[in-house]
């Protein structure tokens, strides 16, 4: 049995880990949950998988969570989760926070000697480098929980020795592709959040919209793989049948296919290396007849090129733009800022928050700080611009 510390238990990869864990009675046991907010769910969830700790982040509902659940552990506040997730009995840590809120608690589980299942690609993004490093310096296995990367790792599986000329990540496109600046320039929340293939949460959705999701899951997959800027492609295949491929030195492409279901590079992701049978829907050619590709449009679509940009320039640049995106997607949900100004203000963030060739984990927690308050200060400007 293997026992698994799940981080953003409410959210859709933490509900859907969850799903893998019932449908496996037997080979798992839940030591911890946590979440933000929604106390009501994270206390159904403790219900029925009786963990050992339950962590609330937000203090207003610790009194609400701890009543509920007299005789679990209850904690609350971003510090707690260092303890959900370097229990002694913890195996197995799923990463399923939503931000840059990850990167403590995911060291924190390194240096525990704890394997990470990641699904929060920010803690690549901000500080890839540095948590590469402790990985192998600990001796951790991180498995990716994204199904694009969660693919290029299987592809690589028993090609230990076989140089990779470079890996395709696919894009959906979401639900604006082939549309172009004239008609974004309007579109709305409630548009945006219309994923045509994929249920996801609000933030990730929205990132989907604007590629800025592949743009961070580029730099993801940097750190991951080990590869250069010039190594990693994107190709946009609506149809999200092929996660993503690798091609070899010799030509040769590999690719992971299947339906869109999280819940397949979850159950991977905790079973790996086995690969133990399920009950999850299987793919079947002939309801795809055609699997399309094109480019992406990164003219239309520039946080794809931004993302490049922060790949290649390297030191904080990655977390700068990381930063400026969570606040610009949070000023989008609220009709604070349009679909269009938010790659303005990554832009503006990108050339005016201070860089750092070689950054330490304190600096990248000073950067994330400073880009937050500085993108809020431009997200201002815009919407008393939009007023006027």
Not at 155 to 174: D, H, Q
Not at 181 to 194: G, M, P, Q, W, Y
Not at 345 to 351: G, H, K, P, T
């Amino acid at each position: 049995m293997k026992n698994i510390s799940i981080l953003g238990s409410t959210g859709s990869i933490g509900t859907q880990t969850l799903e893998v864990v019932r449908e496996n009675p037997g080979l798992y046991k839940v030591n911890a949950l946590t979440a933000q907010n929604s106390a009501d769910l994270l206390i159904q969830q403790a219900l029925e998988f009786n963990p050992d700790l339950v962590v609330i982040g937000n203090e207003v509902h610790y009194t609400k969570v701890k009543t509920a659940l007299p005789s679990i552990k209850v904690l609350c506040g971003e510090e707690a989760l260092i303890e959900a997730v370097t229990l002694p009995e913890t195996h197995f840590v799923i990463t399923a926070l939503v931000g840059s809120v990850g990167l403590k608690p995911t060291i924190a589980a390194i240096k525990a000697k704890k394997d990470i299942g990641l699904a929060n690609k920010e803690t690549l993004v901000v500080a890839g480098e540095l948590v590469m490093e402790l990985a192998q310096q600990n001796g951790v296995e991180i498995i990716p929980v994204d199904s694009e990367h969660s693919a290029i790792f299987q592809c690589l599986v028993g090609e230990k020795n076989n140089p990779v000329e470079k890996i395709i990540l696919t894009a959906s496109g979401g639900p604006f592709r082939g549309k172009d600046r004239t008609f974004l320039s309007s579109v709305t929340k409630k548009e945006a959040l219309k994923h045509p293939n994929w249920v996801m949460g609000a933030k990730i959705t929205i990132d989907s919209a604007s590629l800025m999701n592949k743009g961070l899951e580029v730099i993801e997959a940097k750190w991951l793989f080990n590869l250069q800027p010039e190594q990693i492609e994107v190709v946009v295949h609506p149809q999200s049948v092929i996660h993503s491929m690798v091609q070899f030195n010799d030509g040769s492409i590999k690719a992971q296919m299947g339906v869109p279901d999280m819940k397949l590079p979850i159950h991977y992701a905790l079973a790996y290396p086995q690969r133990i049978r399920n009950n999850f829907k299987r793919f079947d050619f002939l309801n795809y007849p055609e699997l399309t590709f094109s480019h992406a449009d990164t003219k239309t679509f520039r946080n794809l090129e931004l993302a490049y940009n922060a790949m290649k320039k390297g030191g904080n640049m990655p977390c700068i733009i990381n930063a400026a995106n969570e606040i610009v997607v949070d000023a989008f949900l609220k009709d604070q800022i349009g679909f269009l100004e938010m790659s303005d203000v990554i832009e503006e963030a990108m050339e005016n928050v201070p860089f750092i060739a070689h950054p330490t984990l304190q600096d990248y927690l000073e950067t994330d700080e400073q880009t937050r308050i500085f993108a809020a200060e431009v997200v201002t400007k815009h919407l008393l611009t939009n007023l006027k």
